[in-house]
């Protein structure tokens, strides 16, 4: 069993920058595939960016074409939390943002690969 809560979600200007945190417990964090997902009112939750776990030194990432550039996911497997540092906002990036675990070595764009689910943190992005 894993739980899983995310922090550091707030009201941002357009252009500004921000950082989520997910925290995980128990001991085996290091043994997931963590993701970022992301649901607007009205709309479908929607893939932000998925982190492998690790193999050996290496980990990989995988962005939406829509963050890609943008945002970038790291995890700290020490600390077992999962970062998505959020820079240049825009006003679309406005959702309630949900961490994910998932026990697979790869990383995923689709949330039914995903075992666990955080809360979720508010980002609201004003023009």
């Known amino acids: 069993q894993v739980q899983l809560v995310e922090s550091g979600g707030g009201l941002v200007q357009a252009g500004g920058s921000l950082r989520l945190s997910c925290a995980a417990s128990?001991?085996?964090?290091?043994?997931?595939?963590m993701g970022w997902f992301r649901q607007a009112p009205g709309k479908e939750r929607e893939f932000v960016a998925a982190i492998s776990r690790n193999t050996g030194n290496t980990v990989y990432a995988d962005y939406a074409n829509s963050v890609k550039g943008r945002f970038t996911i790291s995890r700290d497997n020490a600390k077992n939390t999962v970062y998505l540092q959020m820079n240049s906002l825009k006003p679309e990036d406005t959702a309630v943002y949900y961490c994910a675990a998932g026990l697979r070595a790869g990383v995923s764009r689709v949330p039914y690969n995903y075992d666990y689910w955080g809360q979720g943190t508010q980002l609201t992005v004003s023009s």
């Open positions: 128990g001991r085996t964090f290091s043994g997931y595939a």
